[in-house]
C-alpha cells in the first residue's frame, strides 16, 4: 500500500512559517512528505529541510517523494523529542521554522494490519515506531483496572471509561484480548445502546487513548515545545497542528509560557524573577481548516493550528 496521507492545513501551514529561501526548517513529523514537498518547492539551492519520523514506512516513502529535491533534504529515521541530538549530529545550531503535524497519519489509519484502526480487524498493534517493543495488545492485557480507566478518562475523554476499563479486565481474564475486533466487542458491550444509536463510533476515544499512551504523545509533545523554542533562529518560527484537546491545550500553555514566562506576583511593580521572553504568539486563536478542506477530507475536522515567533533579538 502506499503511503497516502492528506496534508491538513498545508498552505496555512507553511505559509505561517514565513519561508526564506536560504532558511533552515525542521519537519518533526514528516509523514509522507506533503508539508515537507511544499516547505521544499519554496527553498533555494541553499535552503534546507531536516525531516525526522520514527516510522519505517513514512521514511521510505518521504525520501521517495522528495528525492527531485537532492542534497537539499535530509530525512533522519528518529522522534522529534530528539530534535536537539539530530540537528548536533548534523552540526546545526539553529534553524528557521520547525512544524508538526500530530496524531496519526491516514496511511497508519488505513493500513489494517499496523491496528490503529477500529474498522477492521487487526492486531492489537498501534506503535508508531515498529522498533518499540510494546504494543497496545499489552497495554490492554496488563494494565490495572485503575491505569486503563485512567488513560481512557484522560486521554480519550470518554464518560464511559470505568465501565469499558471493567469490561476489558472481565474479558481479557477468559483469553488474552488480541484483535481490534475483540477490543471493539469489549467497548460496545460497556456503552449503553440508547448512547451507541446517536453517538459517533464508539471505540473512537479508546483506541485514540491507547495509542497516546503506547506511544507517549502526550509527554512527546510537553517534553519538546521549550527546546524546539530555543532552537529557532530570531524571527523563527514553530507551528504545531493538534487533534485533541489536551494537545491543543498544552500547545496554547506552552507558547504563552514562552512569551511571558514572569513568575512574579501581580503585586509587585517591576519584574524581579529575571525570566525573559522568548517570543510572540502569532496566532491568539487557533487557525481551523476551512468548510471545503473539512469536506474533501474529514479527519481535518478537529486539527488545529498554533504559531510562535522567536524574539529578533
Not at 505559509?15 to 536560504?22: F, G, Y
Not at 513514512?58 to 517523494?65: P, S
Not at 492489537?124 to 518499540?132: G, V
Request: some cysteine; charged content about 30%.
Amino acid at each position: 500500500m502506499a503511503f497516502e496521507h492528506k496534508s491538513v492545513l498545508l498552505e496555512e501551514t507553511v505559509d505561517s512559517l514565513a519561508i526564506r529561501p536560504d532558511g533552515i526548517y525542521v519537519d518533526g513529523t514528516l509523514g509522507g512528505g506533503g508539508h515537507a514537498w511544499e516547505v521544499c518547492s519554496r527553498l533555494g539551492d541553499t535552503g534546507r529541510l531536516i525531516g525526522i519520523d520514527q516510522d519505517a514506512d513514512a521514511i521510505r516513502a518521504a525520501g521517495e517523494r522528495l528525492k527531485e529535491y537532492g542534497s537539499r533534504v535530509t530525512i533522519v529515521r528518529s522522534n522529534y523529542e530528539n530534535i536537539d541530538a539530530v540537528l548536533d549530529e548534523l552540526s546545526i545550531g539553529k534553524v528557521d521554522g520547525i512544524y508538526l503535524d500530530l496524531g496519526v497519519s491516514s496511511y497508519q489509519l488505513d493500513t489494517v494490519e499496523r491496528g490503529f484502526t477500529y474498522r477492521e480487524d487487526a492486531p492489537l498493534d498501534m506503535r508508531m515506531d515498529q522498533r518499540n517493543p510494546q504494543t497496545a495488545a499489552d497495554i490492554v492485557n496488563t494494565y490495572s483496572e485503575s491505569e486503563l480507566y485512567r488513560i481512557i478518562r484522560d486521554y480519550g475523554e470518554d464518560k464511559f471509561a470505568k465501565n469499558i476499563a471493567k469490561h476489558i479486565v472481565m474479558r481479557r481474564q477468559e483469553k488474552p484480548i488480541e484483535t481490534t475486533g475483540e477490543l471493539n466487542d469489549i467497548i460496545k458491550a460497556a456503552i449503553p445502546a440508547k448512547v451507541r444509536a446517536v453517538g459517533g463510533h464508539p471505540s473512537k476515544k479508546t483506541f485514540q487513548a491507547i495509542r497516546i499512551e503506547l506511544n507517549h504523545e502526550l509527554d512527546v509533545l510537553n517534553n519538546s515545545i521549550d527546546r524546539m523554542v530555543d532552537r529557532l533562529n530570531p524571527g523563527g518560527r514553530l507551528s504545531i497542528i493538534t487533534f485533541h484537546s489536551l494537545e491543543d491545550r498544552m500547545v496554547k500553555n506552552a507558547f504563552r509560557r514562552n512569551e511571558n514566562p514572569c513568575i512574579c506576583p501581580k503585586t509587585f511593580p517591576v519584574c524581579m524573577c529575571g525570566k525573559k521572553s522568548k517570543g510572540t504568539v502569532i496566532t491568539r486563536k487557533p487557525i481551523v481548516p476551512s468548510e471545503e478542506e473539512i469536506a474533501a477530507n474529514k479527519r481535518s475536522k478537529s486539527s488545529k493550528l498554533r504559531v510562535f515567533e522567536r524574539n529578533q533579538d
